[in-house]
Protein backbone atom coordinates (compact mmCIF):
# COMPACT_ATOMS: atom_id res chain seq x y z
CA UNK A 1 0.00 0.00 0.00
CA UNK A 2 1.21 3.48 -0.78
CA UNK A 3 2.51 5.21 2.52
CA UNK A 4 1.02 8.82 0.82
CA UNK A 5 -1.83 8.58 -1.05
CA UNK A 6 -3.07 5.24 0.29
CA UNK A 7 -3.65 3.49 -3.53
CA UNK A 8 -1.69 -0.09 -4.01
CA UNK A 9 -1.67 -2.24 -6.66
CA UNK A 10 -3.57 -4.70 -5.57
CA UNK A 11 -6.69 -5.34 -3.17
CA UNK A 12 -5.67 -3.75 -0.02
CA UNK A 13 -8.30 -5.11 3.00
CA UNK A 14 -8.26 -4.14 6.66
CA UNK A 15 -9.43 -6.84 8.76
CA UNK A 16 -10.93 -6.61 12.53
CA UNK A 17 -12.74 -9.52 14.10
CA UNK A 18 -15.67 -8.99 12.10
CA UNK A 19 -15.13 -6.74 9.05
CA UNK A 20 -13.37 -6.97 5.91
CA UNK A 21 -12.93 -3.79 3.88
CA UNK A 22 -12.12 -3.22 0.27
CA UNK A 23 -9.99 -0.24 0.31
CA UNK A 24 -8.72 0.20 -3.62
CA UNK A 25 -11.73 -0.89 -4.95
CA UNK A 26 -14.02 1.91 -3.94
CA UNK A 27 -11.58 4.44 -4.03
CA UNK A 28 -10.96 3.58 -7.53
CA UNK A 29 -14.68 3.02 -8.70
CA UNK A 30 -15.44 6.76 -7.38
CA UNK A 31 -12.31 8.19 -9.10
CA UNK A 32 -13.74 5.85 -12.26
CA UNK A 33 -17.06 7.74 -12.12
CA UNK A 34 -15.72 11.21 -11.90
CA UNK A 35 -13.48 10.63 -14.73
CA UNK A 36 -16.33 9.05 -16.92
CA UNK A 37 -17.87 12.35 -16.47
CA UNK A 38 -14.28 14.60 -17.08
CA UNK A 39 -13.97 12.32 -20.85
CA UNK A 40 -18.21 13.09 -21.66
CA UNK A 41 -16.86 16.90 -20.94
CA UNK A 42 -13.94 17.09 -23.16
CA UNK A 43 -15.28 15.06 -25.84
CA UNK A 44 -18.66 17.48 -25.77
CA UNK A 45 -16.54 20.59 -25.77
CA UNK A 46 -13.74 18.94 -28.56
CA UNK A 47 -11.09 19.11 -26.15
CA UNK A 48 -8.46 16.38 -26.45
CA UNK A 49 -6.70 15.56 -23.07
CA UNK A 50 -3.44 13.68 -22.76
CA UNK A 51 -2.26 12.59 -19.50
CA UNK A 52 1.45 13.00 -19.77
CA UNK A 53 3.35 10.27 -17.03
CA UNK A 54 7.14 10.05 -16.14
CA UNK A 55 10.03 9.77 -13.20
CA UNK A 56 11.10 13.13 -12.30
CA UNK A 57 13.57 15.13 -14.32
CA UNK A 58 12.89 13.41 -17.44
CA UNK A 59 12.07 16.44 -19.27
CA UNK A 60 8.24 16.21 -19.81
CA UNK A 61 8.40 20.59 -19.18
CA UNK A 62 10.76 21.00 -21.65
CA UNK A 63 9.19 18.70 -24.39
CA UNK A 64 5.61 21.00 -23.52
CA UNK A 65 7.46 24.38 -23.66
CA UNK A 66 8.33 23.57 -27.18
CA UNK A 67 5.43 21.33 -28.28
CA UNK A 68 3.03 24.51 -27.06
CA UNK A 69 5.19 26.76 -29.49
CA UNK A 70 4.95 24.43 -32.12
CA UNK A 71 1.14 23.34 -32.71
CA UNK A 72 -1.31 25.54 -34.62
CA UNK A 73 -4.29 25.09 -32.37
CA UNK A 74 -4.85 26.41 -28.81
CA UNK A 75 -3.29 24.19 -25.73
CA UNK A 76 -4.09 24.56 -22.05
CA UNK A 77 -2.00 22.80 -19.20
CA UNK A 78 -2.64 21.69 -15.83
CA UNK A 79 0.80 20.81 -14.28
CA UNK A 80 1.22 18.47 -11.09
CA UNK A 81 3.40 18.98 -8.73
CA UNK A 82 3.61 17.91 -4.74
CA UNK A 83 5.29 21.52 -4.38
CA UNK A 84 6.33 25.24 -6.03
CA UNK A 85 5.31 26.88 -8.67
CA UNK A 86 8.37 26.52 -10.88
CA UNK A 87 6.72 24.60 -13.83
CA UNK A 88 3.83 26.55 -14.39
CA UNK A 89 5.50 29.50 -14.70
CA UNK A 90 7.66 27.88 -17.36
CA UNK A 91 4.26 27.08 -19.10
CA UNK A 92 3.30 30.80 -18.60
CA UNK A 93 6.14 32.38 -20.02
CA UNK A 94 5.04 30.79 -23.36
CA UNK A 95 1.83 31.77 -23.37
CA UNK A 96 -0.31 28.89 -22.89
CA UNK A 97 -2.89 28.91 -19.58
CA UNK A 98 -1.64 26.67 -16.96
CA UNK A 99 -3.10 25.57 -13.88
CA UNK A 100 -0.84 24.43 -11.15
CA UNK A 101 -2.54 21.49 -8.55
CA UNK A 102 0.02 20.63 -5.83
CA UNK A 103 -0.52 17.33 -4.30
CA UNK A 104 1.49 18.03 -1.12
CA UNK A 105 2.19 14.46 0.12
CA UNK A 106 0.14 12.91 -2.75
CA UNK A 107 2.24 11.12 -5.64
CA UNK A 108 -0.57 11.56 -8.76
CA UNK A 109 -3.16 13.40 -9.70
CA UNK A 110 -7.10 11.87 -9.57
CA UNK A 111 -10.06 12.47 -11.53
CA UNK A 112 -11.40 15.02 -9.02
CA UNK A 113 -8.11 17.35 -8.77
CA UNK A 114 -8.63 17.15 -12.52
CA UNK A 115 -12.49 18.13 -12.51
CA UNK A 116 -11.25 21.03 -10.18
CA UNK A 117 -8.59 22.22 -12.17
CA UNK A 118 -10.76 22.21 -15.58
CA UNK A 119 -13.05 24.46 -14.26
CA UNK A 120 -11.01 27.05 -13.56
CA UNK A 121 -8.46 26.81 -16.66
CA UNK A 122 -11.83 26.43 -19.05
CA UNK A 123 -10.17 25.39 -21.88
CA UNK A 124 -11.38 26.38 -25.27
CA UNK A 125 -12.89 24.18 -27.36
CA UNK A 126 -11.12 22.40 -29.78
CA UNK A 127 -8.01 22.93 -28.04
CA UNK A 128 -5.46 20.22 -26.84
CA UNK A 129 -5.23 19.71 -22.80
CA UNK A 130 -1.79 18.84 -21.45
CA UNK A 131 -1.83 16.91 -17.94
CA UNK A 132 1.65 16.59 -16.89
CA UNK A 133 0.80 14.22 -13.74
CA UNK A 134 3.13 13.81 -10.65
CA UNK A 135 6.60 12.72 -11.27
CA UNK A 136 5.82 8.87 -10.69
CA UNK A 137 5.96 5.74 -12.80
CA UNK A 138 3.76 4.03 -10.09
CA UNK A 139 0.28 5.32 -8.88
CA UNK A 140 -0.12 7.64 -11.72
CA UNK A 141 -0.71 4.68 -13.88
CA UNK A 142 -3.53 3.04 -11.49
CA UNK A 143 -6.20 6.37 -11.79
CA UNK A 144 -8.03 7.49 -15.15
CA UNK A 145 -8.40 11.20 -15.08
CA UNK A 146 -10.62 10.75 -18.50
CA UNK A 147 -7.78 11.67 -20.45
CA UNK A 148 -8.28 10.39 -24.36
CA UNK A 149 -4.46 9.75 -24.56
CA UNK A 150 -1.73 8.40 -21.86
CA UNK A 151 1.42 8.99 -23.44
CA UNK A 152 4.61 8.15 -20.89
CA UNK A 153 7.91 9.90 -21.22
CA UNK A 154 11.35 8.32 -20.60
CA UNK A 155 14.69 9.44 -20.67
CA UNK A 156 17.70 7.48 -21.80
CA UNK A 157 18.92 8.52 -18.78
CA UNK A 158 17.02 6.31 -16.47
CA UNK A 159 18.20 3.24 -18.19
CA UNK A 160 16.56 0.49 -20.12
CA UNK A 161 14.97 -1.66 -18.05
CA UNK A 162 11.91 0.71 -16.39
CA UNK A 163 8.91 -1.74 -18.64
CA UNK A 164 9.70 -4.64 -16.86
CA UNK A 165 9.90 -2.69 -13.36
CA UNK A 166 7.13 -1.28 -14.04
CA UNK A 167 4.73 -2.88 -16.17
CA UNK A 168 1.50 -1.18 -15.38
CA UNK A 169 2.89 1.99 -16.27
CA UNK A 170 4.17 1.16 -20.06
CA UNK A 171 1.09 -1.71 -20.17
CA UNK A 172 -1.45 1.46 -19.89
CA UNK A 173 0.04 4.00 -22.11
CA UNK A 174 -1.09 4.81 -25.98
CA UNK A 175 2.61 6.45 -26.52
CA UNK A 176 6.40 6.24 -25.12
CA UNK A 177 8.50 9.02 -26.23
CA UNK A 178 12.18 8.07 -25.57
CA UNK A 179 13.69 11.62 -24.68
CA UNK A 180 17.09 12.86 -24.46
CA UNK A 181 18.53 10.63 -27.41
CA UNK A 182 21.07 12.93 -28.12
CA UNK A 183 22.79 11.72 -24.68
CA UNK A 184 22.82 8.54 -26.04
CA UNK A 185 26.74 8.34 -26.94
CA UNK A 186 26.85 9.00 -23.28
CA UNK A 187 24.61 6.77 -21.21
CA UNK A 188 24.88 3.00 -21.46
CA UNK A 189 21.56 2.69 -23.29
CA UNK A 190 20.07 -0.13 -25.01
CA UNK A 191 17.48 1.06 -27.49
CA UNK A 192 16.84 -2.51 -29.08
CA UNK A 193 16.49 -3.90 -25.13
CA UNK A 194 14.15 -0.98 -24.55
CA UNK A 195 11.93 -1.83 -27.09
CA UNK A 196 11.88 -5.57 -26.99
CA UNK A 197 11.00 -5.34 -22.63
CA UNK A 198 8.52 -2.71 -24.03
CA UNK A 199 6.88 -5.16 -26.51
CA UNK A 200 6.69 -7.54 -23.60
CA UNK A 201 3.86 -5.72 -21.71
CA UNK A 202 2.63 -3.28 -24.82
CA UNK A 203 2.64 -4.56 -27.86
CA UNK A 204 0.43 -2.12 -29.79
CA UNK A 205 1.74 1.72 -28.32
CA UNK A 206 3.63 4.06 -30.91
CA UNK A 207 7.36 4.33 -29.44
CA UNK A 208 9.21 7.74 -31.07
CA UNK A 209 12.68 8.49 -30.03
CA UNK A 210 12.49 12.53 -29.45
CA UNK A 211 15.28 15.13 -28.13
CA UNK A 212 12.83 18.13 -26.44
CA UNK A 213 16.23 19.96 -26.67
CA UNK A 214 17.79 18.90 -29.45
CA UNK A 215 14.20 18.45 -31.94
CA UNK A 216 14.68 15.20 -33.22
CA UNK A 217 11.85 13.41 -33.83
CA UNK A 218 9.52 16.05 -32.32
CA UNK A 219 7.69 16.61 -35.82
CA UNK A 220 6.47 12.72 -35.66
CA UNK A 221 5.14 13.86 -32.36
CA UNK A 222 3.52 16.88 -33.13
CA UNK A 223 2.10 14.78 -36.15
CA UNK A 224 0.74 12.55 -33.65
CA UNK A 225 -0.91 15.43 -31.24
CA UNK A 226 -2.89 16.09 -34.84
CA UNK A 227 -4.08 13.09 -35.69
CA UNK A 228 -7.91 13.44 -37.01
CA UNK A 229 -8.90 10.19 -34.57
CA UNK A 230 -7.47 12.33 -31.30
CA UNK A 231 -10.97 12.22 -29.66
Not at 23 to 43: C, G, M, P, S, V
Amino acid sequence: MCDTCGCSDGDVRITDEAHTVVLEQDILAKNDELATHNRAHFRASGVFAINLMSSPGAGKTTLLERTIQALDTPCAVVEGDQETLLDAERIKATGAPVVQINTGAGCHLDASMLHRAVHSLAPAEGSTLFIENVGNLVCPALFDLGEAARVVILSVTEGPGKPLKYPHMFAATDLVLLNKVDLLPYVDFDVSEFERDFRRVNPSAALLPVSATRGDGLTEWYNWLRRPDRN
